[in-house]
């Protein structure tokens, strides 16, 4: 039998383990006090990676101390690093007992690091014919790769991997894996501490090697490289660059007095492993357990409904658990499958949906006295409006709550959303009703009924539980009032829907496809050949072979076709700018006209999408089935396809409303900054003023387009945290002058650069950053060691508070606005959100009183430290208001 050994770095997994769930730190804590987070983060990765690797052998290593032959060496390795969280440390030794009970050696040896003993046995198990797999969250260890080695680098939380074979390497790194130990030996190594040679950075290294092969190398080579300023740092830092060799080489010679013949893996002992799972309230994993025996699951007790004992619900006077089972995502469409209903243990379940329109049934889901806890209460209110019934009051909203208590995990699916919150009862529907096209509604009674009741069980269960936490969070008022007032509105105007003209659509499509044609033979013409212009391949071979275009870059496949090369391209031969626009009007084409000929409903020929509340990070909602958000507006055959919606009725128009820079404001209002808040308190054009003072220019007069152009690129690119190089490539200048930008920018605005340093130092101490309603983003990368993961996650600090700010007022002008409507007695009817824009349709006659209501109600949404400004238009079509 082939030999696989897994070798796991111990340390490394524990310490990734812990801060990918970190944000969870109160919530894994054992009935003791203990914390679990990283313990638990250990145990998913094993389950992952010993079902991917299915090892016959396994260790994992640990280092044993602080003090190694490395800081013998260089006293300050790994100096500098943050102290060790308790909340860490007191987790170590119950992951040695999980190890236990898991059946898997671990080992450690004073003075050396677990890399060392790890590369050590990757090397025997090398010498001996066996296949490993190295689990790590170092990529220091893809020096170890070989034909018979991968090195599985964490990426996401511990679950997700990297796997670097020494072909990986190459493409990812520019490097083989022995050079990895002689481009530390130049770079050094800022995580652990070592210095290498003064200046040389990651790319000057790669230089060096691709012409040397090594540091040995570079070195006996020194003396024929011409004078420079690296000449003379590679020479004064030599020793320097030697000793960082040295630290950065994993040890393949450790004195370890264990053998591979030692690490056999017979699998777990099932009863030690659900002891420690006992004590440690890991309820999901013993659950698995529990599935790996074959232990039926607790029955549940539920009383079927029929007409008969309808009466028995007049007994829920007081509040009740409701979930409409509704098995395809479109909830506009779904049939619907069943039903279940009850309170404090009582569940009356049924696949009669007509028995909700009973009068006991619908009078009880529609009371405004009676609370109502549910799983998606916009699903739920659209659902029961297809069948004529509103529902009323709603307490609970188990998916709602949870989305804000962490952004990160979520899902549609009652039970694995259950699950991420301790709740071990409720299988997830892919288990009970299959997936994909196996996926059916169970015909067993029994199984269907059990299922739904066990829903209105944990909705119940975790009802104290998820609400006790979003207090402690302070984000009560939030979800009481934006979540929970939004789902409402939304549900509202995903049921009114919007009117689209089919034959306006249907003409766009055939004037569409004859363009497509006449771009078709242009191309043909210009290649001096016909063939398929939507296959990469084909493309690329006339491109690059036929045409000889310069290649720009190259995928596993062949060349890439990619429309950020095809843009490089363009000014070298116009078959590249017509080949674009082809593929822009070609997307359109089958997007939006034939997309959304497919979405309008035959009943009312209108569009209903479904707007997502809980999917995005920063609290912006998205639209799915169709998607109406991204219809694109920069090419005109983009904006034709806003003709085809119009109003519902005769004699009325579409009316729409949009805040100005909003981002911005945000931004002024947030960080301070007393220059952008006199910008916009005088009502001056914010780019323009930007422009003035990082080009030092005297007047605005003297501000072209091109430089307005510039100064927006920099406004918006700080919002998102942009870097030199970012900004250098979205507005085409050099690096350095992107620098100097920048650089003024903050000189300019100092409360925005006193703001951005601050909130990334506040989301490294708590793991987490804030919009004004207190919507919180989590960010398990912001301590990462990885250099890119970090700085992603500190972009998203800087970020989130302000876009997911702007999310909030929107939110709340959407809720205000809904309000005000109905006051007022208006047929207005608001339909749809796209970003900062807000689109009603509404009779001819109430336009001049929109135009002043909507943007009063924008305006006056939150109050800020500068005005937010709203400008409005109105038209035929929503293609008119513009």
């Known amino acids: 039998m082939a030999k696989k050994l897994l070798l796991i770095d111990g340390n490394s997994v524990a310490f990734r383990a812990f801060f990918a769930l970190h944000n969870q730190l109160e919530r894994f804590v054992n009935p003791d006090g203990l914390?679990?987070?990283?313990?638990?983060?250990?145990?998913?990765?094993?389950?992952?990676?010993?079902?991917?690797?299915?090892?016959?052998?396994?260790?994992?290593?640990?280092?044993?101390?602080?003090?190694?032959?490395?800081?013998?060496?260089?006293?300050?390795?790994?100096?500098?690093?943050?102290?060790?969280?308790?909340?860490?440390?007191?987790?170590?030794?119950?992951?040695?007992?999980?190890?236990?009970?898991?059946?898997?050696?671990?080992?450690?040896?004073?003075?050396?690091?677990?890399?060392?003993?790890?590369?050590?046995?990757?090397?025997?198990?090398?010498?001996?014919?066996?296949?490993?797999?190295?689990?790590?969250g170092d990529r220091d260890l893809t020096q170890l790769t070989t034909e018979h080695t991968t090195v599985a680098v964490t990426v996401k939380g511990v679950s997700e991997v990297e796997r670097y074979t020494p072909a990986h390497v190459e493409e990812k790194l520019g490097i083989t894996p022995a050079q990895i130990i002689d481009m530390k030996g130049l770079t050094g190594d800022t995580s652990d501490n070592y210095p290498g040679v003064t200046k040389v950075g990651e790319k000057t290294a790669l230089k060096l090697l691709k012409q040397y092969g090594t540091m040995e190398g570079i070195y006996e080579n020194i003396d024929a490289m011409k004078q420079s300023k690296m000449k003379e740092h590679l020479i004064e830092d030599r020793e320097q660059a030697a000793q960082a060799k040295v630290l950065a080489t994993i040890?393949?010679?450790?004195?370890?007095?264990?053998?591979?013949?030692?690490?056999?893996?017979?699998?777990?002992?099932?009863?030690?492993?659900?002891?420690?799972?006992?004590?440690?309230?890991?309820?999901?994993?013993?659950?698995?357990?529990?599935?790996?025996?074959?232990?039926?699951?607790?029955?549940?007790?539920?009383?079927?409904?029929?007409?008969?004992?309808?009466?028995?619900?007049?007994?829920?006077?007081?509040?009740?658990?409701?979930?409409?089972?509704?098995?395809?995502?479109?909830?506009?469409?779904?049939?619907?499958?069943?039903?279940?209903?009850?309170?404090?243990?009582?569940?009356?379940?049924?696949?009669?949906?007509?028995?909700?329109?009973?009068?006991?049934?619908?009078?009880?889901?529609?009371?405004?006295?009676?609370?109502?806890d549910v799983f998606d209460m916009k699903r739920t209110t659209v659902g029961l409006n297809r069948l004529?019934?509103?529902?009323?009051?709603?307490?609970?909203?188990?998916?709602?709550?949870?989305?804000?208590?962490?952004?990160?995990?979520?899902?549609?699916?009652?039970?694995?959303?259950?699950?991420?919150?301790?709740?071990?009862?409720?299988?997830?529907?892919?288990?009970?009703?299959?997936?994909?096209?196996?996926?059916?509604?169970?015909?067993?009674?029994?199984?269907?009924?059990?299922?739904?009741?066990?829903?209105?069980?944990?909705?119940?269960?975790?009802?104290?539980?998820?609400?006790?936490?979003?207090?402690?969070?302070?984000?009560?008022?939030?979800?009481?009032?934006?979540?929970?007032?939004?789902?409402?509105?939304?549900?509202?105007?995903?049921?009114?829907?919007?009117?689209?003209?089919?034959?306006?659509?249907?003409?766009?499509?055939?004037?569409?496809?004859?363009?497509?044609?006449?771009?078709?033979?242009?191309?043909?013409?210009?290649?001096?050949?016909?063939?398929?212009?939507?296959?990469?391949?084909?493309?690329?071979?006339?491109?690059?072979?036929?045409?000889?275009?310069p290649v720009i870059k190259k995928t596993k496949t062949g060349y890439s076709t990619a429309v950020d090369v095809l843009e490089k391209l363009a000014p070298e031969a116009p078959i590249v700018a017509n080949i674009l626009q082809y593929r822009q009007i070609s997307k359109i084409q089958s997007t939006y006209v034939v997309g959304l000929l497919d979405a309008i409903h035959s009943t009312d020929q209108k569009v209903h999408t479904r707007y997502l509340q809980t999917l995005t990070q920063t609290g912006r909602l998205s639209s799915v089935d169709p998607n109406l958000q991204n219809i694109p507006v920069r090419l005109e055959e983009g904006r034709k396809i806003r003709q085809a919606f119009v109003p519902s009725h005769e004699g009325w128009q579409i009316f729409s409303s949009d805040y100005s820079q909003i981002e911005l404001r945000v931004l002024a209002h947030i960080t301070n900054d007393e220059n952008m808040q006199a910008a916009f308190k005088a009502g001056d054009d914010i780019h323009a003023a930007t422009a003035m003072r990082i080009f030092h220019l005297n007047s605005a007069e003297e501000v072209t387009p091109n430089i307005r152009r510039q100064a927006k690129a920099v406004n918006f690119g700080i919002v998102y945290g942009i870097s030199d190089y970012g900004l250098s490539q979205n507005i085409g200048i050099t690096r350095k002058q992107a620098r100097s930008f920048i650089d003024a920018y903050f000189k300019e605005y100092p409360g925005v650069k006193k703001y951005m340093d601050e909130i990334v130092q506040t989301a490294k101490e708590q793991g987490y950053v804030e919009t004004i309603s207190h919507r919180r983003r989590y960010l398990p990368d912001i301590n990462s060691k990885s250099f890119n993961q970090r700085s992603f996650a500190e972009r998203t600090a800087m970020n989130t508070p302000i876009q997911g700010s702007a999310a909030d007022i929107i939110k709340i002008a959407m809720i205000k606005m809904q309000d005000k409507l109905q006051a007022a007695g208006l047929k207005a009817t608001m339909l749809l959100q796209v970003h900062d824009e807000l689109i009603f349709e509404a009779p001819k006659e109430e336009i001049p009183v929109l135009e002043k209501l909507v943007p009063s109600v924008m305006d006056s949404a939150v109050q800020l430290a500068v005005p937010l400004k709203v400008e409005s238009h109105y038209g035929d079509t929503w293609y008119d208001t513009k």
Do not use: C
């Open 35 to 136: 914390h679990t987070n990283a313990i638990y983060g250990f145990n998913t990765m094993l389950d992952h990676m010993i079902k991917a690797v299915e090892p016959t052998d396994m260790l994992v290593a640990f280092d044993a101390g602080k003090t190694t032959f490395r800081t013998a060496m260089y006293d300050n390795y790994k100096g500098g690093r943050a102290k060790t969280p308790s909340e860490f440390s007191e987790q170590m030794p119950y992951i040695k007992q999980l190890l236990d009970a898991y059946g898997i050696k671990h080992y450690e040896l004073k003075d050396y690091e677990a890399d060392d003993i790890i590369g050590t046995l990757a090397g025997q198990a090398d010498q001996a014919g066996y296949t490993t797999t190295v689990v790590t």
């Open 251 to 372: 040890k393949r010679d450790a004195p370890i007095d264990v053998q591979l013949t030692d690490l056999t893996y017979a699998g777990p002992d099932l009863d030690q492993l659900a002891a420690f799972y006992q004590t440690m309230d890991f309820q999901s994993f013993l659950k698995k357990l529990h599935l790996q025996s074959d232990e039926p699951a607790t029955p549940i007790d539920y009383t079927v409904l029929t007409k008969d004992n309808l009466a028995e619900l007049q007994q829920l006077t007081d509040h009740v658990d409701f979930y409409l089972e509704m098995p395809t995502p479109n909830y506009h469409t779904s049939a619907f499958a069943g039903f279940a209903i009850g309170a404090d243990g009582h569940w009356y379940i049924s696949r009669n949906v007509e028995l909700l329109m009973q009068p006991t049934v619908a009078d009880l889901l529609s009371s405004t006295t009676i609370a109502k």
């Open 388 to 549: 004529g019934i509103q529902l009323g009051k709603v307490d609970f909203d188990l998916l709602l709550v949870s989305y804000l208590l962490d952004t990160n995990d979520n899902s549609n699916d009652l039970g694995s959303l259950a699950e991420q919150h301790g709740y071990t009862d409720l299988p997830s529907d892919e288990t009970v009703y299959g997936k994909g096209v196996k996926r059916a509604i169970p015909e067993d009674d029994d199984v269907f009924f059990s299922h739904l009741a066990r829903k209105l069980a944990a909705i119940a269960d975790l009802k104290p539980q998820l609400l006790k936490e979003l207090a402690a969070n302070e984000q009560d008022q939030l979800y009481d009032d934006i979540e929970k007032p939004m789902a409402n509105v939304l549900a509202q105007m995903e049921i009114a829907g919007i009117t689209v003209d089919s034959s306006r659509l249907k003409a766009m499509g055939s004037q569409f496809t004859e363009r497509l044609s006449e771009i078709e033979q242009t191309i043909y013409q210009e290649a001096g050949e016909e063939f398929n212009i939507n296959s990469p391949k084909q493309l690329g071979h006339i491109l690059f072979e036929e045409m000889k275009l």
